[in-house]
């Protein structure tokens, strides 16, 4: 499959523990994009990743969540201590190059549950 | 910042008729780019059609056109001929270009019920 993938699909946790999402964007695209979609709203910007760069974090909460895509592996949404309102499905999007002004290629996203 | 409003939270539409889901967005650039997606039940988001701002003409993909009015910042979606896989949250999209070009900025959805 080149498409966007992401994992885990599902994932619970409880209150207060670290939640690990990952996504591999398309074979040759360097360019990651994470986004927040709570239930029943749409898609909220979160962070932009060029391979080992922080592109645009403003969408970013400023507490508990960071972002990296490291030269090798995956991209990688990290939330400590999660809370309920952390509750949300996570879609990951990946494009080719820089300045691409072609649509975003989405994966099927990873839905945290906290308890 | 640019923003994206799509007015509509729910439509639904005859199988075989005509829909049109609204969108509009501010900003301040003279060029850009505007999508729609589309989000089946299984999640995964799909592009339905783009428009190039510097294009008078609207953009059209089989069943699927847009009006696009720069003037207005307006650009709503119209599906003919509606079939049941059209069922779907459809998302209005804005995509800066040049060394902007990085995020894309969403509205908030609309969910469309195709009847039998």
């Known amino acids: 499959n080149a498409g966007v993938m992401q994992n885990p699909r599902h994932l619970v946790r409880r209150r207060g523990q670290e939640a690990r999402l990952r996504c591999s964007p398309m074979?040759?695209?360097?360019?990651v994009y994470w986004y927040r979609q709570l239930p029943e709203e749409g898609l909220k910007f979160m962070v932009y990743?060029?391979?080992?760069?922080?592109?645009?974090e403003s969408g970013m909460p400023k507490e508990r969540f960071s972002a990296e895509f490291p030269k090798e592996g995956p991209s990688i949404l990290r939330i400590q201590q999660v809370v309920r309102g952390d509750s949300a499905a996570y879609f990951c999007?990946?494009?080719?190059?820089?300045?691409?002004?072609?649509?975003?290629?989405f994966g099927e996203g990873s839905r945290l549950t906290v308890l | 910042a640019q923003t994206v409003t799509q007015s509509q939270p729910e439509m639904s539409v005859q199988e075989a008729e005509t829909v049109t889901l609204s969108c509009t967005y501010d900003?301040?650039?003279?060029?850009?780019?505007l999508f729609w997606y589309k989000q089946p039940p299984s999640r995964q988001m799909i592009l339905v059609i783009r428009?190039?701002?510097?294009?008078?003409q609207n953009a059209t993909e089989n069943r699927f056109s847009v009006n696009f009015q720069k003037a207005a910042k307006s650009f709503s979606l119209k599906i003919s001929d509606s079939q049941l896989g059209d069922a779907a949250m459809y998302f209005c999209?804005?995509?800066?270009?040049?060394?902007?070009?990085?995020?894309?900025?969403f509205g908030d959805g609309t969910t469309l019920t195709v009847k039998p």
């Open positions: 990743l060029q391979k080992e760069n922080i592109i645009d």
């Open positions: 999007a990946s494009s080719p190059q820089a300045g691409w002004t072609g649509e975003l290629f």
């Open positions: 074979k040759g695209h360097s360019h």
């Open positions: 900003t301040s650039e003279s060029d850009y780019y």
């Open positions: 428009q190039e701002a510097y294009k008078q």
């Open positions: 999209a804005y995509r800066s270009v040049g060394s902007n070009a990085g995020k894309s900025t």
